[in-house]
T-cell receptor, first 117, second 113 residues
Framework: EAGVAQSPRYKIIEKRQSVAFWCNPI?????LYWYQQILGQGPKLLIQ????????DSQLPKDRFSAERLKGVDSTLKIQPAKLEDSAVYLC???????????????FGPGTRLTVL | GENVEQHPSTLSVQEGDSAVIKCTYS??????FPWYKQELGKGPQLIID???NVGEKKDQRIAVTLNKTAKHFSLHITETQPEDSAVYFC????????????WGAGTKLIIKP
């Protein structure tokens, strides 16, 4: 079974520039998550999709971050404009079950390492 | 807000010895506690989990214990091997209009040959 795919793996940009990340979840997984992982910290949930609808985006900085999941499959996360503090690894994960189910194993992609100069 | 504290931040053990990582959580309603292993350049991968109606769970060399009264849970790795070297994260479920996981800060486990 193919895992969660993410691209690019690395990205270096200057502050105030824009950047976009792409995620392709495991086939058949209804739930998709975007996490931000700052060096030395655990993952922090940014947004959670159930099919193509947003379930939770309470920690997404909506003035600069946006995400979409068209057709309930692939997803893109965008930052515009980027700030120095956005430097982190952005992880995409997917799970099989519905958001109301408590015990869904999350499968993670390798992440995109973003450096903002 | 709710949080999960994880200790130690770094743990170095001799190959063959045991390793223990501890986490405490703040939300008494948390009822699902997974442990993830993250190797360099990869995303986290679930290695074991425990639910609130169970006090202990074991899978080969890995075990997790849960003390709901004290609100803490621990990961135990016995007979450590070089491939156990990684960063380990604990997490706890919370309900905030949706079930989600709150993650610990991670423990870097180093296995010395």
């Amino acid at each position: 079974e193919a895992g969660v795919a993410q691209s690019p793996r690395y990205k270096i940009i200057e502050k105030r520039q824009s950047v976009a990340f792409w995620c392709n979840p495991i086939s058949g997984h209804a739930t998709l998550y975007w996490y931000q992982q700052i060096l030395g910290q655990g993952p922090k949930l940014l947004i959670q999709f159930q099919n193509n609808g947003v379930v939770d985006d309470s920690q997404l900085p909506k003035d600069r971050f946006s995400a979409e999941r068209l057709k309930g499959v692939d997803s893109t996360l965008k930052i515009q404009p980027a700030k120095l503090e956005d430097s982190a690894v952005y992880l995409c994960a997917s799970s099989l079950g519905w958001s109301g189910s408590r015990y869904n194993e999350q499968f993670f992609g390798p992440g995109t390492r973003l450096t903002v100069l | 807000g709710e949080n999960v504290e994880q200790h130690p931040s770094t743990l170095s053990v001799q190959e063959g010895d045991s390793a223990v990582i501890k986490c405490t959580y703040s939300d008494s309603a948390s009822n699902y506690f997974p442990w993830y292993k993250q190797e360099l350049g990869k995303g986290p991968q679930l290695i074991i989990d425990i639910r609130s109606n169970v006090g202990e769970k074991k899978d080969q060399r890995i075990a997790v214990t849960l003390n709901k009264t004290a609100k803490h849970f621990s990961l135990h790795i016995t007979e450590t091997q070089p491939e156990d070297s990684a960063v380990y994260f604990c997490a706890a479920s919370i309900w905030d209009s949706n079930y989600q996981l709150i993650w610990g800060a991670g423990t870097k486990l180093i296995i010395k040959p």
